[in-house]
């Protein structure tokens, strides 16, 4: 079955940075469209960043440009979210997911079918 293993968060203060992993299996990751998200407390899951089965389009939301990366390596069936310049708002659980849905838009979580089980960040302030 599809599982997707997210890991690399943590505790960091505001300004440093982070590398997410997000580890599929299960599913034909080269032609897989991947996207990132994340959850506040006492807040929606809000897309971060989307990424095309190739790697060579991406898509982030305005809260995010210029500051988080995502790629992918499809030899070792891999997404990553690099996170700089972290403010104490970037603090959510963040998950990865794959996009199934092309009639939906990048950023809607419905898109979305497999996900995986998220990992916490935290920026202190």
């Known amino acids: 079955q599809v599982q997707l293993v997210e890991s690399g968060g943590g505790l960091v203060q505001a300004g440093g940075s982070l590398r997410l992993s997000c580890a599929a299996s299960?599913?034909?990751?080269?032609?897989?469209?991947m996207g990132w998200f994340r959850q506040a407390p006492g807040k929606e899951r809000e897309f971060v960043a989307a990424?095309?089965?190739?790697?060579?389009?991406?898509y982030y939301a305005d809260s995010v440009k210029g500051r988080f990366t995502i790629s992918r390596d499809n030899a070792k069936n891999t997404v990553y979210l690099q996170m700089n310049s972290l403010k104490p708002e970037d603090t959510a659980v963040y998950y990865c997911?794959?996009?199934?849905?092309?009639?939906?838009?990048?950023?809607?979580?419905?898109?979305?079918?497999?996900w995986g089980q998220g990992t916490q960040v935290t920026v202190s302030s």
């Open positions: 997911a794959r996009r199934y849905d092309l009639g939906l838009v990048a950023t809607a979580p419905g898109a979305y079918d497999y």
């Open positions: 299960g599913l034909t990751f080269s032609s897989a469209r």
């Open positions: 990424i095309s089965g190739s790697g060579g389009s991406t």
